[in-house]
């Protein structure tokens, strides 16, 4: 049996003009079923903004900029026995419409206000929350 470790993913905080926040319904563990920010895994030797960038493009079809890291979020065994360190970064689309290219990842995707945030969220979305003042919680 080889020795567990923590991944490393990410994700983005995308934010429109209003200030509602993209959110993603997960359909695989870990948290499935739960509301979150889009990302993915980070590959050997990509950078996680990168990363950020690529994993977004392909499951939304939009182009995002960076804007700057907001968190680091860290969810562990949330369904998978895993454990995943995750910088969060807050960034805007810069072209392109969110739209789900990977139906079999995500159920869909929504512009949700900070007081009609779905339910449950992930530990990434509530780190990102309570980074920046929000009050939120797993549910």
């Not at 080889?2 to 983005?12: H, I, L, N, T, V």
């Not at 200030?19 to 739960?34: H, S, Y």
């Not at 990509?46 to 680091?72: F, K, N, Q």
Request: net charge negative.
């Amino acid at each position: 049996m080889s020795a567990q470790k923590p991944e490393a993913g990410c994700g983005a905080a995308i934010r429109d003009d209003t200030g509602r926040l993209l959110l993603i319904q997960r359909l695989r563990e870990p948290e499935a079923g739960a509301w979150g920010l889009p990302g993915g895994k980070i590959d050997f030797g990509e950078a996680a903004a990168d990363t950020a960038r690529r994993e977004i493009a392909e499951e939304l079809g939009i182009e995002i900029e960076i804007l700057r890291l907001a968190c680091i979020a860290e969810t562990i065994n949330q369904g998978d026995g895993r454990h995943w360190i995750a910088p969060v970064y807050e960034a805007r689309i810069i072209s392109g419409e969110p739209k789900i290219l990977e139906p079999e990842k995500h159920a869909g995707w929504g512009w949700f206000g900070y007081d009609t945030l779905p339910s449950p969220l992930t530990m990434a979305a509530v780190s990102y929350l309570s980074a920046i003042g929000i009050q939120s919680s797993v549910q």
